[in-house]
């Protein structure tokens, strides 16, 4: 599954939503004259309106069949009630704008002066029903702009959480097992960035997630939002790296990472190995790998170990 708001598009302003249907409509009514120019200047602009709200609405995904993943993410930013509720008040639009042809249509005949004042009470009214869902279209507008720069983790890929304190060395071990082919992404979520890379075993893809400033401090520290985006990583990972930098270096005793390490194990449904990293410096920490991403030791073997706790088996098809 792709990122699912990857190619929403900008949902325009009342105002331009406006001015387009009616710029439209100017132009049919030129092609007509008398009541019948009026009829096509009324039928033009409440298509416009409603078809255009109505694609504001039809571009976002269904919200229950998106992956726990998303959703939570969704939530987090935006809140999926409220971007529901937006999107119920932008579909009553359109289907009014409907309405609002359909009484008018029969009654705009005769002679062209009383079309010409019908038509621009259809048109006022128009205009005011948009009007009133000006406020839900930018709150559209604006969960739009923060939810095409999640990242794209497609949650039906095996992937791997990469988490301890800053300085632990995550970001190294990432890079050095992606190399230069595997271009790293990165997404602004809130004050945070969450980084994406790939790395390829046996035809498989797997995904490596470093979220600097969700997963490197402890629970009571992260605000709402920031809990949530870690309950969506929950749904994703299929293993976990806890790196430790045992040297101290990083700038936090040993015992506060170890804290986090249990905190993160507490949190994730999925095996959780303990990584020492800068291990030429110190080893003086109990853990399941020893590595120096600096000294190219032992990363490898990391990543193999990483991979084999994930257990990913493709599914194959079946041989009848």
Not at 243 to 251: N, R, T
Not at 271 to 285: E, F, G, I, M, Y
Request: include cysteine; hydrophobic fraction near 40%; aromatic fraction near 6%.
């Amino acid at each position: 599954m792709a990122q699912p708001f990857e190619d929403l598009p900008t949902t325009p302003t009342a105002d331009e939503l406006v001015d387009t249907a009616f710029s439209r409509a100017a132009r049919a009514g030129r092609a007509k004259s008398g009541f019948e120019a009026q009829q096509s200047m009324l039928m033009t602009a409440s298509n416009v309106l409603s078809d255009n709200l109505e694609n504001v609405v039809t571009s976002w995904p269904d919200f229950d069949g998106l992956d726990p993943f998303y959703y939570e993410l969704a939530d987090a930013i935006a809140g999926v009630d409220d971007l529901r509720q937006h999107l119920s008040e932008v579909g009553w639009a359109s289907r009014k704008t409907g309405e609002i042809r359909r009484e008018y249509e029969g009654r705009i005949a005769g002679d062209a002066d009383t079309a010409t004042k019908l038509r621009k009470q259809a048109f006022a009214r128009l205009a005011d029903v948009v009007e009133e869902v000006d406020g839900d279209l930018r709150a559209l507008n604006d969960a739009r702009n923060a939810l095409n720069q999640l990242p794209d983790v497609r949650p039906d890929e095996p992937t791997i959480v990469v988490a301890g304190y800053p300085n632990v060395g995550k970001s190294s071990f990432v890079n050095a097992v992606t190399r230069a082919d595997n271009p790293i992404d990165t997404y602004p979520f809130t004050t945070t960035s969450i980084h994406v890379g790939h790395v390829e075993r046996d035809r498989i893809r797997y995904q490596l997630v470093d979220t600097p400033g969700l997963l490197d401090r402890p629970a009571e520290e992260r605000n709402e939002i920031e809990s949530q985006a870690v309950s969506a990583l929950e749904h994703a990972a299929d293993a976990v790296l806890v790196l430790v930098d045992a040297s101290g270096e990083c700038g936090y005793p040993l015992d506060v990472q170890l804290d986090l390490r249990d905190d993160v194990a507490g949190l994730f449904d999925a095996p959780v190995l303990t990584v020492c990293n800068k291990a030429d410096r110190s080893r003086d920490v109990e853990a399941d790998y020893y590595m120096s991403v600096t000294e190219d030791e032992g990363v490898e073997g990391v990543l193999d170990a990483a991979i084999d706790a994930v257990g990913y088996e493709p599914e194959l098809p079946f041989d009848e």
